[in-house]
């Protein structure tokens, strides 16, 4: 791209990367290559193919993160909300907490994931796809040689054909091609080779393969038994770490794909149904900010929420221990779940 006056970001963008790219930084930036090649160009197509993009910015790899830190860096600070001083929170320690609606009046599920990438491998929207198959054979034999209660089944979806895909879609377990943001990222990119799901025996652990990350960790149970989500999340990642390299720095954390997930790279939250505070917006959303919680529509990021069932999770996840995460998720909901009574 040649930028002489303007760079080409929609009038209507409100985006962190058009906010901060200014002319002189990416005449600094546009020659620099990562060492798989990846370029700022490519980084913020996202960005600039949606208008509405809240970032617009992606890494192709975790040395994207050095090599295009000056505008990364500043982007990082006001998207995470950072203090002078910020660094990476070490610690994921089994927890013990009451469980927050033993009766499942309220709380349907709780989830927590974290987004892990391979060293050694593209991130995903500069993968080719001899990489994508590569690093799919790597962690399936690792699937496979998991302890007995460790251990399940992965399934690669270009095994299975169309009726046996739409079944897994149906129990929540397949992944779909990512979004617009993702496609123009390119991370979507020879959708599904290479992409499958590891499914623990008692279907609580779920592991997405080269999806907007090289892995999704992710833990998920009915009701709201957040300690048990939470411990068991941390066996498979503890038994994952042993013999993988994830891409990490100490003061970013763990590096994933999009510059949103970095640090724990953990979501924590809860499909909750909230019919009263449904009514009283505005409580709610004091209620969530003063726990530093966000509210996402029933299905995740950018969409509606439905019937009343809100899904809640973390904020934060940067300068933070995923251990404080987990607590703050559990004192909020407290307050949540007494303010719904109260109404
Ligand atoms: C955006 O800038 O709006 C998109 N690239 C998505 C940002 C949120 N990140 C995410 O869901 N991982």
Redesign the pocket.
């Known amino acids: 791209m040649k930028a002489d006056q303007e760079l080409p970001f929609h009038a209507s963008s409100r985006?962190?990367?058009k906010q901060y790219l200014t002319i002189a930084l990416y005449n600094d930036l546009k020659t620099l290559r990562t060492p798989s090649g990846y370029t700022l160009d490519q980084a913020i197509t996202?960005?600039i193919e949606?208008p509405?993009?809240?970032?617009?910015?992606?890494a192709g790899d975790m040395e994207s993160y050095d090599c295009f830190a000056p505008v990364l860096l500043p982007i990082i600070e006001d998207y995470h909300r950072l203090n002078p001083g910020w660094s990476h929170k070490p610690g994921l320690q089994e927890a013990v907490l009451p469980d927050l609606d033993p009766e499942q009046t309220f709380i349907r599920s709780s989830r927590i994931r974290v987004a892990r990438n391979l060293c050694g491998f593209p991130f995903s929207g500069n993968m080719n796809p001899d990489q994508r198959l590569a690093l799919e054979k790597r962690v399936k034999h690792l699937f496979k040689n998991l302890s007995e209660k460790l251990s399940g089944t992965y399934t690669s979806f270009t095994d299975l054909d169309e009726k046996q895909f739409n079944a897994l879609l149906e129990k929540g377990l397949a992944f779909r091609k990512g979004?617009r943001?993702?496609a123009s990222?390119g991370i979507n990119r020879d959708y599904p080779l290479g992409r499958g799901i590891f499914i623990s025996r008692d279907n609580v652990v779920r592991i997405w393969v080269n999806e907007?990350d090289h892995l999704r960790i992710i833990a998920q149970s009915q009701g709201g038994d957040l300690a048990y989500v939470f411990n068991r999340l941390i066996q498979i990642v503890r038994a994952l770490e042993d013999k993988l390299d994830f891409a990490f720095d100490p003061k970013k954390g763990f590096l994933?794909?999009?510059?949103?997930?970095i640090g724990t790279a953990m979501r924590a939250g809860v499909h909750i149904h909230l019919k009263q505070l449904e009514k009283k917006r505005s409580l709610l959303e004091a209620i969530t900010r003063a726990y530093h919680l966000q509210i996402r529509g029933t299905d995740g990021?950018?969409t509606a929420v439905e019937k009343a069932v809100f899904d809640i999770s973390n904020a934060r996840r940067l300068d933070i221990s995923a251990n404080t995460i987990v607590k703050d998720l559990h004192k909020g909901l407290q307050a949540i779940i007494q303010a719904e009574r109260n109404l």
């Open positions: 985006s962190k990367i996202s960005g949606n509405d993009s809240s970032i617009g910015i992606y979004d943001f993702m990222a907007e994933t794909a999009c510059p949103t997930n990021e950018k």
